[in-house]
Structures are given as structure tokens and as C-alpha cells.
């Protein structure tokens, strides 16, 4: 599978950001997709997930109640609704897929495709 994230760019803090990631394959029973994001001099970190099997999301404490992870079964795409950005959030944002455990969920290493990432700014 092959994966392509669009919608970043440059946002004030406050505003809102919807990213997306294009799967070249339909995403079926087992597989968990996720966001993940890397700001320059820190490793790479997750951000939110979802499990195809059983239809569950996961966020990072730092983003719960502001990002939404959803999906468009049909067009084979996932997106993340950012709101209320703050600079904290400014980052590359990387959509990946795998097959983790369900704790498991937030490694980095447990995801085998990723997508080439977006650049997130978010100007105060």
C-alpha cells in the first residue's frame, strides 16, 4: 500500500487544519492507521490511530479533545481535524499504516508503510 497526506500549511494559533492520506489499497479488517508527527530535533511521536477492526480511535494525551481522527471507507482515506492549533502542534505530520497490537498502538516501529508527510506551521 501506498500512502499520500495533503492539507498542511501555515495556520495561526487557534485555527483549525484538516489533513488527509490517500491509501492506494483498501484498508481492511486488521489494519490501524495513524498519524504521527516529528518537530525538528525530536523523535517521532504519535498523534492519534485508528483500528479498522472494531472501528476504534486513539489520540495522544497532548491532543485529545482537539484532533479527530476519521475515515472515507469508500475513497480509501483517512483524515486528522485539527483544532484550536497551537505551536506546539507545528511539526511534519506522517500518515503510516500497520498492523500493531492494540498496545502496541502508539509505536512507531509497529507501522511498515508510511506516507511522505506534510509540514504543519502554526504561527503565534
Known amino acids: 500500500v501506498q500512502l499520500v497526506e495533503s492539507g498542511g500549511g501555515l495556520v495561526q494559533a487557534g485555527d483549525s487544519l484538516r489533513l488527509s492520506c490517500a491509501a492506494s489499497?483498501?484498508?481492511?479488517?486488521?489494519?490501524?492507521t495513524a498519524w504521527f508527527r516529528q518537530a525538528p530535533g525530536k523523535e517521532r511521536e504519535f498523534v492519534a490511530a485508528y483500528r479498522w477492526n472494531g472501528g476504534y480511535s486513539y489520540y495522544a494525551d497532548s491532543v485529545k479533545g482537539r484532533f479527530a481522527i476519521s475515515r472515507n471507507n469508500d475513497k480509501n482515506m483517512v483524515f486528522l481535524q485539527m483544532n484550536n492549533l497551537k505551536a506546539e502542534d507545528a511539526a511534519i505530520y506522517y500518515c503510516?499504516?500497520?498492523?500493531?497490537?492494540?498496545?502496541?498502538?502508539?509505536?512507531?516501529?509497529?507501522?511498515?508503510?508510511w506516507g511522505q508527510g506534510t509540514q504543519v506551521s502554526v504561527g503565534s
Open positions: 503510516a499504516v500497520g498492523r500493531p497490537i492494540l498496545s502496541a498502538t502508539t509505536m512507531v516501529r509497529m507501522y511498515t508503510t
Open positions: 489499497e483498501r484498508m481492511v479488517s486488521g489494519y490501524t
